[in-house]
């Protein structure tokens, strides 16, 4: 930093602390902040315009998913998805990221032909032009379904507000009078929209033309969820469709599409989206969104106890907030189907003790403690022996608590009783996890029983593997 700018921030800081007055309030911060970054997103499409051709298409596709994800982070954090705090950490690294791609050996770069004039020329052009749509889609997303109550209620409302957006978009739909919006305030979009519409569009034609890999599957996500926010739901199924191709296994995407297909079918989850659905649990079995949509369409056909199932499974996984509050509002449905009052259910649902209780100690090999950080998530489960599918209890762990004292019992089931009730023996595993998903990847730590008794109560488990 250059000195003169050094003093002044100094000065800037003393006088912040000096008299309290003075401070920007969490208002006035986020709007310097936005335009300064709307700034930002301009200088990083026109300033490369200008500048010579280079031979090296990885580095221009690296600058190219640059702005990308700074349009993005735009966008979330105008949508409320995103905390200023994060937004901010997350714009350091990329312009870190942005200036070592501007530095790049000088070996790479190639001569300005003099044939280029013409072509530079209308780079330029269409950098500015698509630096005022970043812009004003940015600033128009944020007057559709941006939430200025939360930036002026500080950290805490994000916060709230993040714990929701990270299970799902909305509460599942029991009936339409129950239903929560999957896409926030979209329904109130009106005629004011169509500049934000036609931005929109345009970003998404000007990917649609980009070659072959320069576009990832997270790009079209976010061109998909701002046309969902809309309402357009036509349009955001074909661009989460572009995701989808790009990444085929990503169970969020599959989720996602299916929910807006069952919007484009009047709420309904029969046919393509109940088959999108599945094949997300496939992939990850603890897809809040995908179980309860799973559970919206199992209530359609009238199978109550199904819907309980996987309602009651994304209640479990859920923090609190909209989505859990969705669920449970499900489930006092499914309970009045039913003929049930809450209390009886509830009591219905608590078996013998002798059902299900196992418990033990889990501890980690000593040549692999070195490898757990005290961040990491701990999953302790039990299966059928013999199987690899869906668990039938599970249990999460902080690994700083290592080691651990488990109890896998009806609390913590995946599945209804009548299916625990036909075992007579089951296996017990852990896994270490340092993304916090329960879905395993290669490197996770592992430790497993061999098949128990469904009533053992001093079981030890070791972690001293590790998955390939």
């Known amino acids: 930093m250059p000195k003169a700018s050094a003093r002044a921030a100094c000065c800037k800081r003393r006088l912040v602390r000096d008299d309290p007055d003075a401070r920007m309030t969490p208002t006035t911060a986020f709007w310097v902040g936005a335009i300064g970054l709307a700034l930002l997103a301009c200088l990083l499409l026109v300033l490369p315009a200008g500048r010579p051709r280079r031979a090296d298409d990885r580095q221009r596709r690296n600058l190219l998913l640059q702005r990308q994800q700074l349009a993005a982070l735009d966008l979330e954090l105008a949508s409320g998805q995103l905390a200023p705090n994060d937004h901010r950490d997350a714009i350091v690294e990329l312009e870190r990221a942005v200036l070592e791609e501007a530095d790049a050996p000088s070996g790479l770069r190639h001569p300005v032909r003099k044939s280029q004039p013409a072509e530079s020329a209308n780079s330029r052009r269409l950098a500015y032009a ?13 007057a559709i379904i941006g939430n200025m109550k939360a930036i002026e209620s500080g950290p805490s409302g994000f916060t709230e507000a993040n714990a929701a957006r990270r299970t799902i978009d ?69 661009a989460y469709a572009r995701a989808i191709a790009l990444a085929p296994n990503d169970a969020q995407l599959l989720a996602d599409q299916s929910d807006v297909l069952s919007m484009m079918q009047g709420r309904r989850m029969s046919g393509e989206p109940i088959r999108l659905a599945n094949r997300a649990l496939q992939i990850d079995p603890d897809n809040l969104k995908a179980l309860a949509l799973a559970g919206s369409e199992a209530f359609e056909r009238k199978d109550l106890t199904a819907a309980e199932d996987f309602w009651r499974r994304a209640r479990r996984l859920s923090p609190a907030g909209a989505f859990a509050e969705g669920i449970d509002r499900n489930l006092a449905a499914v309970t009045a189907a039913q003929g049930r009052s809450p209390e009886s259910a ?20 000593p040549q692999l403690a070195s490898r757990i950080a005290p961040t990491d998530e701990v999953f302790v489960f039990a299966r059928e022996p013999g199987t690899a599918g869906m668990p039938i209890a599970i249990a999460r762990f902080s690994a700083r608590n290592l080691p651990i004292d488990f109890v896998l019992d009806a609390s913590n089931a995946m599945v209804d009783q009548g299916r625990i009730a036909g075992l007579s023996r089951v296996e017990i595993g852990a896994r270490v996890s340092r993304t916090g998903d329960a879905t395993p990847r290669a490197g996770d730590l592992r430790g497993k029983s061999g098949p128990v008794a469904i009533d053992t109560g001093d079981l030890t488990i070791t972690i001293d593997d590790v998955t390939p």
């Open 346 to 365: 509830s009591e219905a649902r608590i078996p013998a003790p002798a059902k299900l209780r196992v418990g033990g100690r889990l501890r980690v090999a």
């Open 170 to 238: 909305k509460a599942p739909a029991i009936s339409n009078s129950d239903a929560t919006k999957s896409t926030g305030a979209g329904a109130e979009a009106d005629a004011s929209n169509a500049p934000v519409e036609a931005m929109l569009d345009t970003m998404a034609e000007s990917m649609a033309r980009q070659r072959d890999g320069t576009v990832d599957a997270a790009g079209w996500s976010l061109v998909a969820r701002s046309y969902a926010a809309l309402q357009r739901f036509e349009d955001a199924s074909q």
């Open 130 to 142: 698509m630096g005022a749509a970043i812009a004003v889609a940015a600033f128009g997303m944020y």
